[in-house]
């Protein structure tokens, strides 16, 4: 069997598999006010030097590689965690860090410029 398919198949579906991982509790815009408005947790994912230089007024700082030893300050696993970051990869990836921590209610909003 001619195994040349694999040259392009293989990478098509890891780009695949991240498009849809990137986009997997994704919020649109206006639910992602909805959620903050009724009190959810708005978490900034980026780092301490991005965020300093902008975010979306009333977030928290949470860099994605402190998320898993600070998941306690975004309060009770059960309340919403509305996330967002740069591109929306850093998000896609704290969305699944906190669900895998117990979190319930976690949305990506993806990119900052998406608010």
Request: overall charge positive.
């Amino acid at each position: 069997m001619d195994s040349s398919w694999l040259q392009w198949a293989l990478p098509a579906l890891v780009i695949v598999a991240f498009l849809v991982f990137k986009r997997l509790g994704q919020v649109s815009r206006d639910e992602a006010h909805r959620l903050v408005k009724e009190g959810a947790k708005l978490v900034d994912v980026r780092s301490a030097m991005e965020f300093t230089s902008g975010h979306i007024p009333g977030a928290i700082n949470v860099p994605l590689q402190e998320l898993g030893s600070r998941a306690q300050k975004l309060g009770p696993k059960d309340k919403p965690v509305v996330l967002y970051c740069a591109s929306g990869t850093r998000s896609a990836m704290a969305r699944s860090t906190l669900k895998g921590l117990g979190f319930t209610q976690v949305f990506n909003l993806g990119s900052m410029g998406r608010w």
